[in-house]
């Protein structure tokens, strides 16, 4: 090699292999976006079924702790677990809570979940003797994704996953 001459060397990437290398990860970054936000939705959907499930099953023990009802209101956007005791001068029985009668929770559902049953009135009625209508709770992401909270008669609750 002469003194004034320079050294080239064909090594790295040109402007084509990189521009499709990028394309490439574009497209890889994008499925895998894709894919989370089912997982999302799903773990959602479920966390929901396996929160009603449990205030449900909460709401046998503390029925029949106080040997009375607890009911479980479905209402829009949210549902509500409470002591229907007559407590604060309300009327005991009546499936709508009012004055003194104790929250035990209050649940918020997402926006893009409905929340329907086959229980009239939108109510469940949890007895201190065991007994409950049987029945089911719908939980539906707006992508068609279903799950199920199913009662029977002597208050077994299970979950049913499916799509519409």
Known sequence: MKSGEKRRFKSGFTLYELLVALAILSILATLGT???LGVRERSRLSGLANTIKSDLNRGKIIAARNKGYVVLQVSEGY?????D???GGA???DWQQEAGEVRISRREIAPAISLTTNFPGDHL???SSGRI???TFTLEHKSGTR???VINAVGRVRLV???S
């Open 161 to 163: 996953y499916g799509k």
């Open 91 to 93: 009327t005991a029985g």
């Open 133 to 135: 209508r049987p029945g």
């Open 85 to 87: 005791n007559g407590a």
């Open 79 to 83: 549902y509500n677990l409470f002591i």
């Open 34 to 36: 894709v894919s989370l």
């Open 147 to 149: 799950v199920q909270v």
């Open 125 to 127: 009625r949890l007895r």
